[in-house]
């Protein structure tokens, strides 16, 4: 399986700054990964597919970028909507895998 | 505007199965890929398998020899069944749907989950 690592387990900013969070493949993807939200108690929310495309909704200030094996989420400036848990999913090889997760709390 | 539903028991005993279903409202099932996506408490997400509206179906080696998820188009609904179940498979199922790009029948899937339902608690415990 392809393993997804995501650092900063734990990102702490402020409304308003810039936030920058990573995904690590073990191996190549190519683009194909997606990121998500998850507030608690919630499904999470698509927000970026194949790498770089913003989900139907999906405010501007979320961006994605990267291809083989490194890949980064930026959201340009927190709302205080964006703090949740972030997630990375991998659909270059079945199963399809996840990420541990970032939690990006307010500071 | 698609919304799913999940249902079943929320509390399963050890070594039995564990049964969910999914209503699809608002869309039809028919077109698409349908998803079981867990997370156990405190943790990550894991795809547990998919299944077209056909029938086909892609199961998690880590599970498939405990995993059936069947599809009724009649009903709109998708099911999955876990079988001997343990205290590791407490977690929160989601049903979900994959993201398809085009027009029917010429979808283009992208196997990113756009719709999801709310998720259900399952507990296994005597």
């Known amino acids: 399986d392809i393993v997804l690592a995501q650092s900063p387990a734990t990102l702490s900013l402020s409304p308003g700054e810039r936030a920058t969070l990573s995904c690590r493949a073990g191996q190549s993807v190519s683009s194909y990964l997606a990121w998500y939200q998850q507030k608690p108690g919630q499904a999470p929310r698509l927000l970026i597919y194949d790498a770089f495309n913003r989900a139907t909704g999906i405010p501007a200030r979320f961006s994605g970028s990267g291809s083989g094996t490194d890949f980064t989420l930026t959201i340009s400036s927190l709302e205080p909507e964006d703090f949740a848990v972030y997630y990375c999913q991998q659909r270059s090889n079945w199963p399809y895998t996840f990420g541990q997760g970032t939690k990006l709390e307010i500071k | 505007q698609v919304q799913l539903q999940e249902s079943g028991p929320g509390l399963v005993k050890p070594s039995e199965t564990l049964s969910l279903t999914c209503t699809v409202s608002?869309?039809?099932?028919?077109?698409?890929?349908w998803s079981w996506i867990r997370q156990p408490p405190g943790k990550g997400l894991e795809w547990i398998g998919y299944?077209?509206?056909?029938?086909?179906?892609n199961y998690n080696p880590s599970l498939k020899s405990r995993v059936t998820i069947s599809v009724d188009t009649s009903k709109n609904q998708f099911s999955l069944k876990l079988s001997s179940v343990t205290a590791a498979d407490t977690a929160v199922y989601y049903c979900a749907r994959v993201l398809a790009a085009g027009t029917s029948p010429y979808y283009y899937y992208y196997y990113y989950m756009d719709v999801w339902g709310k998720g259900t608690t399952v507990t296994v415990s005597s």
């Open positions: 608002g869309g039809s099932i028919s077109g698409y890929y």
């Open positions: 299944i077209y509206y056909s029938g086909s179906t």
